[in-house]
């Protein structure tokens, strides 16, 4: 059975910092590409970033560009997404998603976990 499951969501102050942690169990994670996405209140859910399958390719949101890094580590089953210098605009549910191999937009994700809460506030 697949499964993501997200962590690391909290309340921070802006320009705090968060890291979030996509843990997958259920499948070989050197075969999927992992996506973060989030939706605030009244929003569409937007790409924030990717990482393939085997970390060679990044891509990021121009939002968050030079304040997000996304990495991997695929000995422990576990993306990551280290949110830097984070803004009230951050502020959203969180999602990671899986799909095979390589990065892409606009196209079916074929995992998703059920997503934390993270919330920028002074």
């Known amino acids: 059975q697949v499964q993501l499951v997200e962590s690391g969501g909290g309340l921070v102050q802006p320009g705090g910092s968060l890291r979030l942690s996509c843990a997958a169990s259920g499948f070989t994670p050197d075969h999927y590409a992992v996506g973060w996405f989030r939706q605030a209140p009244g929003k569409e859910r937007e790409g924030v970033s990717c990482?393939?399958?085997?970390?060679?390719?990044?891509y990021y949101a121009d939002s968050v560009k030079g304040r997000f890094l996304v990495s991997r580590d695929n000995a422990k089953n576990t993306v990551y997404l280290q949110m830097n210098s984070l803004k009230p605009e951050d502020t959203a549910v969180y999602y990671c998603?899986?799909?095979?191999?390589?990065?892409?937009?606009?196209?079916?994700?074929?995992?998703w976990g059920q997503g934390t809460q993270v919330t920028v506030s002074s």
């Open positions: 990482i393939s399958s085997r970390g060679t390719d990044t």
């Open positions: 998603a899986a799909r095979p191999f390589m990065c892409a937009w606009n196209v079916r994700w074929d995992y």
